[in-house]
Nanobody, 115 residues
Framework: VQLQAFGGGLVQAGGSLRLSCAAS????????RGWYRQAPGKERELVAT???????NYEDSVKGRFTISRDIARNTVYLGMNSLKPEDTAVYFC??????????WGQGTLVTVSS
């Protein structure tokens, strides 16, 4: 099973983007889906997660600007990003974690926010 993330691009500060992450098949036992990002020269950091029960969690710097959501029928997770800032520039990765301890990663999609 592969995760494919797409929707990144170049946007001006204050703009919006929506990232999508689709799974090529069913991953058994997924309990957390999330988005991470890695800026140049920095470590990968958590951006947002969504649990099977719909509970969401956000990194402090994106609260109120980003929204994680999912379409269960399409097996897809989204990250809506509004009021983008230059410091949001990073490669964004989606992930799925299972109750068995497995973690699946997408290939990453680049988001560049110009000032």
């Amino acid at each position: 099973v592969q995760l494919q993330a797409f929707g990144g691009g170049l946007v001006q500060a204050g703009g919006s983007l929506r990232l999508s992450c689709a799974a090529s098949g069913k991953i058994v036992g997924v309990n957390v889906r999330g988005w991470y990002r890695q800026a140049p020269g920095k470590e990968r950091e958590l951006v947002a997660t969504i649990l099977n029960n719909g509970l969401t969690n956000y990194e402090d710097s994106v609260k109120g600007r980003f929204t994680i959501s999912r379409d269960i029928a399409r097996n897809t997770v989204y990250l809506g990003m509004n009021s983008l800032k230059p410091e949001d520039t990073a490669v964004y990765f989606c992930s799925s974690k299972t109750v068995y301890g497995m973690v699946y990663w997408g290939q990453g999609t680049l988001v560049t926010v110009s000032s």
